[in-house]
Nanobody, 127 residues
């Protein structure tokens, strides 16, 4: 499976940005939960958001709740992260990850560590 994230860039604080991630080589895309993670220089990678294969269940880090929205389009094998009211603290490289969930299309994995990872896209928020 290959995951390709794009859509990053430079944005002013308070602005918006939408990240996209396309998956290739993954059959039964509905049986594949997806997540977004981010890592700033000198920090550990942190969870941002996740969505179940069916799209019915989502989860967010407290730091982004109410500002970020994760969604997916199973017809396009894609996952998106709409980011609003961006803050300087959101500056990081953003990665999409995926993990198979079998027939449990509403399941959210507790970890994506053993899943598939893309190369990330840089988001820089200027204050």
């Amino acid at each position: 499976v290959q995951l390709q994230a794009y859509g990053g860039g430079l944005v002013q604080a308070g602005g918006s940005l939408t990240l996209s991630c396309l998956a290739s080589g993954r059959p039964n895309f509905r049986r594949y939960a997806l997540g977004w993670f981010r890592q700033a220089p000198g920090t550990d990678r942190e969870f941002v958001a996740a969505i179940s294969g069916s799209g019915s269940n989502t989860d967010y880090a407290d730091s982004v709740k109410g500002r970020f929205t994760i969604s997916r389009d199973n017809a396009r094998n894609a996952v998106y992260l709409q980011m609003n009211f961006l803050e300087a603290e959101d500056t990081a490289r953003y990665y999409c990850a995926g993990r198979g969930t079998g027939i449990r299309t509403t399941h959210l994995p507790t970890t994506f560590e053993n899943g598939d990872w893309g190369q990330g896209t840089q988001v820089t928020v200027s204050s």
